[in-house]
C-alpha cells in the first residue's frame, strides 16, 4: 500500500510547536488509544505485525479514506518500527512506486515519544 501522503500537515500533534486545541476533531481518547500503534521492542516481531492497529491515521483522515499520520511515520522509522519498515519497503519494490520514504517532509522540530505527543503547550 503505497503512502497517500507524504508531508506533514501543520496540526501534526508529532510537532514540537502544535496546539493539541487547534487539532480539528481532536479526541483526547482517541489519541490515547494510538499508543499501540508504536513500536514495541519489549513484543515479539511477529505480535506486532499483526496488531489490528498497526499505523497512526493522520487527523484529517475521514471514513472513506484514510490518511496515514507522517509525523508517526517519521517517528517510527528513527525509532526501529520493523513492522512499518517492511510495508514501506514492499511497497518501494512495486514497479510504479517511488522510495516514498525519501519523499517524506517533516515540518519543524518534532516531539521524540508518544507520551510528548500528550502534552499541551
Given at each position: 500500500m503505497p503512502l497517500t501522503q507524504t508531508k506533514q500537515c501543520a496540526n501534526c500533534p508529532w510537532k514540537v510547536d502544535r496546539n493539541l486545541s487547534k487539532i480539528p476533531g481532536y479526541n483526547r481518547e482517541n489519541h490515547e488509544d494510538l499508543k499501540e500503534t508504536i513500536a514495541n521492542p519489549h513484543?515479539?516481531?511477529?505480535?506486532?505485525?499483526?496488531?489490528?492497529?498497526?499505523?497512526?491515521?493522520?487527523?484529517?483522515?475521514?471514513?472513506?479514506?484514510?490518511?496515514?499520520?507522517?509525523?508517526?511515520?517519521?517517528?517510527?522509522?528513527?525509532?526501529?518500527?520493523?513492522?512499518?519498515?517492511?510495508?514501506?519497503?514492499?511497497?518501494?519494490?512495486?514497479?510504479?512506486?517511488?522510495?516514498?520514504?525519501?519523499?517524506?517532509?517533516?515540518?519543524g522540530a518534532q516531539r521524540a515519544t508518544f507520551a510528548e505527543t500528550l502534552e499541551e503547550i
Open positions: 513484543l515479539d516481531f511477529f505480535e506486532q505485525l499483526t496488531s489490528p492497529k498497526i499505523a497512526m491515521g493522520c487527523h484529517y483522515s475521514t471514513e472513506e479514506k484514510l490518511l496515514e499520520c507522517v509525523g508517526w511515520i517519521y517517528n517510527q522509522l528513527r525509532n526501529h518500527n520493523l513492522p512499518l519498515r517492511l510495508v514501506l519497503m514492499r511497497c518501494a519494490t512495486r514497479p510504479q512506486a517511488t522510495n516514498q520514504m525519501k519523499e517524506l517532509e517533516i515540518d
